[in-house]
Antibody, heavy 121, light 110 residues
Framework: ELQLVESGGGLVQPGGSLRLSCAAS????????MKWVRQAPGKGLEWVSH???????IYADSVKGRFTISRDNAKNSVYLLMNNLRAEDTAVYYC???????????????WGQGTMVTVSS | EIVLTQSPGTLSLSPGERATLSCRASQSMSSNYLAWYQHKPGQAPRLLIY???SRATGIPDRFSGSGSGTDFTLTISRLEPEDFAVYYCQQYVSSPPGYTFGQGTKLEIK
């Protein structure tokens, strides 16, 4: 079964750090680009970060310089290290697989259930 | 930066009716990168449509996508009770590289 399972969320004080993990199973993890997407309470989905199969990465402007995405293909896992957290980072964080279809089409086809991050004093 | 605007914000319909959801881009974009997702509270988002009009694996044929350029549409031909959810369109841009979601359309039972 294709599956992504996030972990590592919790309550953290402003300015603190947290590391999220996403464990993949049921597919050849090393062949896929991976994403982190978040949803703040009462808000819509927001893309956070992307990592290619080779490890190159990009970030949304809202987290650039504070968040670092990484992956360990031997452990079939992708990570999100979040530093200098702010109240506005409070959200459910989802990891997702980037599927490449024929003719250059692409979309996020597999998603985890999410892990909640709360930034509050 | 391409902005995606979805309309309406909320759509109130009854089971059996037809739903038409709109996603408008602030500038012309490749339909290759336009996707639609369904999201229910407490669940993982679910991919419905990719490439503007291709149904994802396991998606019923009552869901269809269309459009090109700046205007894209998700149509649900006959609503089932399980279709009431929030729907997002999403696109990828290469310069600067990144992904954007629309603000969502909430489809609620009338």
């Amino acid at each position: 079964e294709l599956q992504l399972v996030e972990s590592g969320g919790g309550l953290v004080q402003p300015g603190g750090s947290l590391r999220l993990s996403c464990a993949a199973s049921g597919f050849t993890f090393s062949s896929y680009e991976m994403k982190w997407v978040r949803q703040a309470p009462g808000k819509g989905l927001e893309w956070v970060s992307h990592i290619s199969s080779s490890g190159s990465n990009i970030y949304a402007d809202s987290v650039k310089g504070r968040f670092t995405i990484s992956r360990d293909n031997a452990k079939n896992s992708v990570y999100l290290l979040m530093n200098n957290l702010r109240a506005e980072d409070t959200a459910v964080y989802y990891c997702a697989r980037d599927q490449r279809y024929s003719y250059g089409l692409r979309a996020f086809d597999i998603w985890g259930q999410g892990t909640m991050v709360t930034v509050s004093s | 930066e391409i902005v995606l605007t979805q309309s309406p914000g909320t759509l109130s319909l009854s089971p059996g009716e037809r739903a038409t959801l709109s996603c408008r881009a602030s500038q012309s974009m490749s339909s290759n990168y336009l996707a639609w997702y369904q999201h229910k509270p407490g669940q993982a988002p679910r991919l419905l449509i990719y490439g503007a009009s291709s149904r994802a694996t396991g998606i019923p044929d009552r869901f269809s996508g269309s459009g090109s350029g700046t205007d894209f549409t998700l149509t649900i031909s006959r609503l089932e009770p399980e279709d009431f959810a929030v729907y997002y369109c999403q696109q990828y841009v290469s310069s600067p590289p990144g992904y954007t979601f629309g603000q969502g359309t909430k489809l609620e039972i009338k």
